[in-house]
């Protein structure tokens, strides 16, 4: 049985500014992206040149390695604790220890060291969302849209925020309730122990009003209901 959850507006990202309020760090990982940039426009204008050696950048240096990523998961999760569409989804969670696992997450996502991530699946860590408060697809496109606001925000080039889109957007599939075949097997296995629990509170219930054993005592009398 699917949650239907309130509405969700339309999401609208923030424009791609530098404001004052931003925190230190936030403003320092801004810096290292711009420093990435520059340098890798300094490698493409090199690549005119015959005796130039390609090499490979993953998206986890192109953000601006560990320094940036670790700000925009600090702003990212600002954002979606600010956002009253998918707050509630953050009621009640170690957010320290939620921040962590997103972090080495996308250091994987991104091509970066994989060796300190081992969490669980995206829809394992999210199934109870889904069963208990609705987590859907339209959660998750706000949470989406909060990710590209907080890369723009540090100013992120769009040719890396276009390709961090590319990475996170086949995840969509596993938060819509429809297609997701094991959200569907889950929800019907809670289905059947809610009718169970519901049968036995019944049954139990009912067991008060069954008539009681006649018993006969020692001079033949009976007693019970």
Not at 18 to 43: F, K, M, T
Request: net charge negative; glycine share 6%; charged share 30%.
């Amino acid at each position: 049985m699917r949650t239907s959850p309130r509405a969700i507006p339309t999401c609208t990202p923030s424009p791609p500014s530098l404001p004052p309020s931003l925190p230190p760090r936030a403003r320092a990982a801004a810096a290292a992206v711009r420093v990435v940039a520059r340098a890798r426009a300094r490698d493409d204008d090199d690549d005119d040149d015959a005796t130039t050696t390609t090499t490979t950048t993953t998206l986890f240096e192109r953000v601006g390695g560990e320094d940036a990523l670790t700000a925009a998961v600090d702003l990212f999760y600002e954002k979606n604790l600010a956002d009253d569409r998918i707050a509630s989804m953050f009621e009640g969670a170690d957010m320290d220890a939620l921040k962590k696992h997103q972090f080495n997450f996308m250091r994987v996502a991104f091509g970066g060291d994989a060796s300190a991530y081992g969490g669980r699946g995206i829809f394992a860590a999210h199934k109870n969302l889904m069963l208990e408060k609705g987590l859907d697809e339209r959660h998750f496109d706000c949470v989406a849209e909060n990710l590209v606001a907080t890369l723009r925000e540090l100013r992120v080039a769009e040719d890396v925020v276009d390709d961090v889109v590319a990475v996170v957007s086949p995840l969509r599939e596993l938060f819509d309730h429809e297609k997701n075949e094991e959200f569907k097997a889950a929800e019907a296995a809670r289905e059947r122990e809610r009718i169970a629990a519901a049968w036995n509170a019944s049954d139990a219930d009912a067991s008060d009003l069954r008539p009681r054993p006649r018993v006969v005592d020692g001079d033949g009398r009976t007693g019970g209901g």
